[in-house]
Nanobody, 123 residues
Framework: QVQLAESGGGLAQPGGSLRLSCEASGVTEATFSMYAMSWVRQAPGKGIEWVSGIDSEGSNTYYAESVKGRFTISRDNTKNTLYLQMNSLKPEETALYFC?????????????WGPGTQVTVSS
Protein backbone atom coordinates (compact mmCIF):
# COMPACT_ATOMS: atom_id res chain seq x y z
CA GLN A 1 0.00 0.00 0.00
CA VAL A 2 1.48 3.33 -1.04
CA GLN A 3 1.72 6.07 1.57
CA LEU A 4 1.67 9.65 0.34
CA ALA A 5 2.94 12.80 2.04
CA GLU A 6 2.44 16.28 0.63
CA SER A 7 4.62 19.29 1.34
CA GLY A 8 5.23 22.78 0.01
CA GLY A 9 2.00 24.47 1.01
CA GLY A 10 1.91 27.80 2.74
CA LEU A 11 0.91 31.40 2.28
CA ALA A 12 1.11 33.01 -1.14
CA GLN A 13 -0.01 36.41 -2.34
CA PRO A 14 -2.53 36.65 -5.17
CA GLY A 15 -0.59 36.22 -8.37
CA GLY A 16 2.14 34.36 -6.54
CA SER A 17 3.48 30.84 -6.90
CA LEU A 18 3.95 27.72 -4.85
CA ARG A 19 5.34 24.31 -5.67
CA LEU A 20 3.79 21.32 -4.00
CA SER A 21 5.55 17.99 -3.64
CA CYS A 22 4.19 14.58 -2.82
CA GLU A 23 6.52 11.80 -1.77
CA ALA A 24 5.39 8.21 -2.03
CA SER A 25 6.72 5.64 0.40
CA GLY A 26 6.09 1.98 1.00
CA VAL A 27 6.60 1.14 -2.66
CA THR A 28 9.56 0.65 -4.93
CA GLU A 29 10.40 3.01 -7.78
CA ALA A 30 9.16 0.36 -10.16
CA THR A 31 5.80 0.17 -8.41
CA PHE A 32 5.40 3.96 -8.12
CA SER A 33 6.08 4.27 -11.82
CA MET A 34 3.03 2.09 -12.47
CA TYR A 35 0.64 4.49 -10.77
CA ALA A 36 -1.16 7.34 -12.44
CA MET A 37 -1.25 10.19 -9.93
CA SER A 38 -3.34 13.26 -9.29
CA TRP A 39 -3.89 16.37 -7.21
CA VAL A 40 -7.23 17.28 -5.73
CA ARG A 41 -8.21 20.09 -3.36
CA GLN A 42 -10.89 21.00 -0.87
CA ALA A 43 -11.68 24.60 -0.14
CA PRO A 44 -13.26 25.55 3.19
CA GLY A 45 -16.88 24.46 3.29
CA LYS A 46 -16.75 22.91 -0.18
CA GLY A 47 -16.40 19.48 -1.70
CA ILE A 48 -13.41 17.79 -3.26
CA GLU A 49 -12.31 19.27 -6.57
CA TRP A 50 -10.08 17.38 -8.99
CA VAL A 51 -7.23 19.66 -10.08
CA SER A 52 -4.77 17.74 -12.23
CA GLY A 53 -3.59 14.27 -13.16
CA ILE A 54 -0.64 12.58 -14.82
CA ASP A 55 -0.18 9.14 -16.30
CA SER A 56 2.28 6.61 -14.92
CA GLU A 57 5.16 7.62 -17.19
CA GLY A 58 4.51 11.35 -17.07
CA SER A 59 3.76 11.43 -20.77
CA ASN A 60 0.23 12.73 -20.50
CA THR A 61 -1.08 15.42 -18.19
CA TYR A 62 -4.61 16.61 -17.52
CA TYR A 63 -5.95 19.77 -15.92
CA ALA A 64 -9.19 21.24 -14.68
CA GLU A 65 -10.21 24.15 -16.86
CA SER A 66 -9.87 26.51 -13.92
CA VAL A 67 -6.11 25.84 -13.58
CA LYS A 68 -5.11 25.15 -17.17
CA GLY A 69 -2.19 27.34 -18.23
CA ARG A 70 -1.28 28.23 -14.65
CA PHE A 71 -0.59 24.88 -12.96
CA THR A 72 1.88 22.24 -14.09
CA ILE A 73 1.90 18.67 -12.83
CA SER A 74 5.02 16.56 -13.13
CA ARG A 75 6.67 13.56 -11.56
CA ASP A 76 10.09 12.10 -10.96
CA ASN A 77 9.74 8.34 -10.82
CA THR A 78 13.37 7.96 -9.72
CA LYS A 79 12.46 9.86 -6.56
CA ASN A 80 8.93 8.50 -6.05
CA THR A 81 7.75 12.11 -6.12
CA LEU A 82 4.87 14.02 -7.68
CA TYR A 83 4.87 17.80 -8.09
CA LEU A 84 2.41 20.60 -8.71
CA GLN A 85 3.77 23.98 -9.79
CA MET A 86 1.11 26.59 -9.17
CA ASN A 87 1.47 30.05 -10.70
CA SER A 88 -0.79 33.08 -10.75
CA LEU A 89 -2.60 31.87 -7.67
CA LYS A 90 -6.02 33.25 -6.83
CA PRO A 91 -7.60 33.76 -3.39
CA GLU A 92 -10.36 31.30 -4.26
CA GLU A 93 -7.70 28.61 -4.61
CA THR A 94 -7.16 28.62 -0.88
CA ALA A 95 -7.68 24.97 0.01
CA LEU A 96 -6.23 21.81 1.41
CA TYR A 97 -4.38 20.14 -1.44
CA PHE A 98 -4.05 16.37 -1.57
CA CYS A 99 -2.09 14.09 -3.81
CA UNK A 100 -3.61 10.75 -4.68
CA UNK A 101 -2.82 7.58 -6.52
CA UNK A 102 -4.94 7.13 -9.60
CA UNK A 103 -7.34 9.80 -10.76
CA UNK A 104 -5.33 10.88 -13.79
CA UNK A 105 -8.60 12.21 -15.18
CA UNK A 106 -11.81 13.13 -13.35
CA UNK A 107 -13.36 9.90 -14.58
CA UNK A 108 -10.68 7.69 -13.03
CA UNK A 109 -10.87 6.20 -9.56
CA UNK A 110 -8.66 7.52 -6.80
CA UNK A 111 -6.88 5.12 -4.50
CA UNK A 112 -4.67 6.30 -1.65
CA TRP A 113 -4.64 9.87 -0.36
CA GLY A 114 -2.09 11.88 1.56
CA PRO A 115 -3.00 13.98 4.63
CA GLY A 116 -2.87 17.16 2.55
CA THR A 117 -0.98 20.44 2.61
CA GLN A 118 -2.66 23.79 3.22
CA VAL A 119 -2.41 26.49 0.57
CA THR A 120 -3.59 29.96 1.54
CA VAL A 121 -3.72 32.70 -1.05
CA SER A 122 -4.14 36.08 0.56
CA SER A 123 -2.66 39.54 0.58
Amino acid sequence: QVQLAESGGGLAQPGGSLRLSCEASGVTEATFSMYAMSWVRQAPGKGIEWVSGIDSEGSNTYYAESVKGRFTISRDNTKNTLYLQMNSLKPEETALYFCASGGATPADNIGSWGPGTQVTVSS
